[in-house]
């Protein structure tokens, strides 16, 4: 009776259901750490900077199993990789709440990016094997939704675990929410067969994990320890060997881990280029804008919360309309105008000051997600939209790896402009100035990253969110072989 389940509910709504799922998780967690890293200290009578392990371990692990998510997928099928990955996070997340030190915690926590390594590449070649890529638009308007709610919640829920309960919780909340998930997903997400991938690459796997979580190690411990420390420049240096040795291999091995080659066409390379270099302002001043109210204004954590939050509105509000005009103006025009903006509302943050008030604050804020909100769909949608669909396990996974790279660059960009803008004897404390300053870096980027958009070759994605030809039209997301949909 079990195995008739599946077809009662369509995919069209199961999948989506499931991804949110996976993405408010997964999102949150990442978020939501920080908030408990006092009390944590406190409980294991540590200062919160020896627990710098617990924050890095996390990204460092993601980037070093998202290589292997594609040859998963296409080997067992979309459904199993994403529902084993999820059970293994929520299990991780179990035994995090109940760490009795930081050395059993910083190995939970390894496990918890691995799994999360495999959830959203698996999550997102779900999503994009259901639809056509003129359906992709419509549902990634339903599908930011949790992408912005997250991050803004995350805080303010992490504070009301960690004051009312325990950091413990911060942990333990993972799993009623995502136990629903892993039982919806077992009884009604449809079975991906597995396929013939071909030959697991061991040796890229090996060059592009250890690359990819050398470098994220050098880029997220860069801020802190500082650019010229020694395991930073050795983390970034040995990073840097290991990626150009990962890149020549997977470009002459016929059967490659990673599928480089996707990278020829134009469309799939300057997407992942405006993702790559526009993530960093654009999440750079998502970082920023609590760091100047709590220490440059001297504002609690709840008044940031609240005074950053309407950003999340303005995106979910632009998103709606972006919807409606990707397939007519293409994403061109809508990602530089996006990316415009986001420049002009930075140079307005630019002159905050101490005395700025919270609701000026606000409306910049608000301003920012206007702006943002034309830029995740279009790159998203478009980066997919000449992608054969035999290869979207691959194209999928690329694109995480971009994404992730680009989100561990915003912090390390905007704590460097800070670093640079404060004077020596005020290290500690960093003057308005040098978030002034900050923000005028991140305009900086933002600008440049508008003048490349404009540049986007779009004709392909307007015809395939036109129900054209540009790629093969999709259908429910039953993999075989190498990705190839199969009736449900």
């Known amino acids: 009776m079990l195995s008739a389940l599946p077809l009662r509910l369509s995919q069209r709504l199961v999948v989506p259901v499931v991804c949110v799922c996976v993405t408010f998780i997964a999102i949150v967690d990442g978020a939501i750490t920080t908030v408990a890293l006092p009390s944590i200290a406190r409980q294991f009578d540590l200062t919160t900077a020896a ?41 991780s997340s179990a035994l995090c709440g109940s760490a009795a030190g930081l050395g059993v915690l910083v190995v939970y926590r390894a496990v918890q990016g691995l799994s999360a390594g495999l959830l959203l590449p698996a999550s997102a070649a779900l999503l994009f094997g259901t639809f056509t890529p003129a359906e992709q638009v419509r549902v990634s308007r339903y599908m930011i939704v949790p992408q912005q709610i997250a991050p803004a919640a995350a805080p303010i829920l992490g504070g009301l675990l960690v004051d009312h309960l325990s950091w413990r919780w911060v942990f333990y909340v993972n799993v009623p929410v995502g136990l629903p998930a892993v039982v919806f997903g077992a009884l009604f997400l449809a079975g991906h067969h597995g396929g013939r991938p071909g030959r697991f690459d061991l040796t890229g796997l090996l060059l592009s994990a250890a690359a990819l979580g050398t470098v994220m190690f050098g880029v997220c411990e860069g801020p802190n320890r500082g650019w010229s420390s020694a395991a930073v420049v ?46 960093i302002p654009i999440l750079g001043a998502m970082y920023l804008g609590p760091l100047f109210l709590q220490q440059a204004q001297g504002r609690t954590a709840s008044e940031s919360g609240l005074a950053t939050f309407p950003e999340a509105f303005g995106v979910l509000l632009t998103v709606q309309v972006v919807g409606v005009l ?20 930075l140079l307005a943050f630019a002159t905050c000051d101490a005395d700025t008030g919270p609701w000026t604050f606000r409306a910049y804020m608000f301003l920012l997600g206007l702006a ?34 680009g ?82």
Not at 235 to 263: D, I, M, N, S, Y
Not at 375 to 402: E, G, K
Request: net charge positive.
């Open 326 to 345: 990707y397939a007519r103006i293409g994403p061109r025009i809508i990602v530089g105008c996006g990316m415009t903006g986001v420049c002009a509302v």
């Open 372 to 405: 943002m909100g034309c830029f995740f769909i279009p790159t998203t949608v478009a980066s997919l939209a000449t992608v054969d669909r035999s290869d979207l396990p691959q194209a999928t996974t690329l694109n995480t790896v971009v994404r992730q790279t």
């Open 407 to 488: 989100g561990a660059l915003a912090p390390a960009m905007v704590t460097t402009a800070l670093v640079l803008g404060t004077p020596a004897a005020a290290a500690a404390d960093p003057p308005v100035s040098a978030y002034q300053h900050a923000y005028l870096v991140l305009a900086a980027l933002a600008a440049v990253t508008a003048v490349f958009a404009f540049t986007l070759p779009d004709g392909p994605a307007r015809a395939a969110a036109r129900g054209g030809t540009a790629t093969a039209p999709a259908r429910p997301a039953r993999f075989r072989g190498r990705g190839q949909p199969v009736d449900s």
């Open 234 to 279: 050795t983390a970034l240096a040995l990073g840097a060997v290991l990626l150009t040795a990962a890149v020549v291999q997977q470009l002459r091995v016929g059967e490659p881990l990673l599928k480089l080659r996707l990278f020829a066409d134009r469309l799939f390379r300057d997407t992942n280029l405006l993702n790559l270099v526009g993530l």
């Open 51 to 91: 627990l710098d392990g617990v924050v890095v371990v996390y990204p460092v692990c993601l980037a070093m199993a998202i290589p292997a998510s594609a040859w998963l997928v296409e080997r067992f099928g979309g459904k199993r990789v994403l529902l084993t990955a999820l059970v293994g996070f929520l299990v």
